[in-house]
């Protein structure tokens, strides 16, 4: 069956650039997270999507971080003028219930 | 203001014998807690949860109690096995809030 997928796997770019990193949840999941994961440190919660409701911004660390997501499906991170400190792992999950199926991340690299 | 703590960072445990890996947690209206488990370069997959209302959860070899008084959690694995070896965070919610508060994680490795 069909996981979280998420595109691209590997992101390398140059200082000041925008990115978008795309998840694609799991069929018929109402709820719709990122996290970020720094290098050996835990995950960091970003933005949280649940059905038509206002999303949860709470944990976007800047106003270069924003996130779409349309309708119960896809969903787009964008991170505009990128940090070196950007870099990380961005992690998407979907869910439908209290526990949550993660895709399996896009590595982020600013050089 | 971490509100999940893992403390201990890392884990080594001989094949065979028990693993437990701790939590503990600073809000109060947390009712519901999970496991997960990451192995590296994939994202981390669902083990096991408990709600509030219980003090245990077991399923096959991976048990998990809540004590709410201490506001602590633990995952106790048994029998390990080296296929065990991974990444394990503790994550709690509160209802109705929909996301999740991670842990920093503890690595647990299993020697054959």
Known sequence: GAGVSQSPSNKVTEKGKDVELRCDPIS?????????????????????????????????????FSAERTGESVSTLTIQRTQQEDSAVYLCA???????FFGPGTRLTVL | DQQVKQNSPSLSVQEGRISILNCDYTNSMFDYFLW???????????????SSI????????????????????????VPSQPG?????FCAASEANAGKSTFGDGTTLTVKP
């Open chain 1, 28 to 64: 018929g999941h109402t709820a719709l997270y990122w996290y970020r994961q720094r290098l050996g440190q835990g995950l960091e919660f970003l933005i949280y999507f649940q059905g038509n409701s206002a999303p949860d911004k709470s944990g976007l660390p800047s106003d270069r």
């Open chain 2, 36 to 50: 997960y488990k990451k192995y590296p370069a994939e994202g981390p997959t669902f083990l096991i949860s408990i």
């Open chain 2, 54 to 77: 219980k003090d245990k959860n077991e399923d096959g070899r991976f048990t998990v109690f809540l004590n709410k008084s201490a506001k602590h959690l633990s995952l106790h694995i």
């Open chain 1, 94 to 100: 979907s869910s439908r219930a209290w526990w949550q």
């Open chain 2, 84 to 88: 065990d070896s991974a990444v394990y």
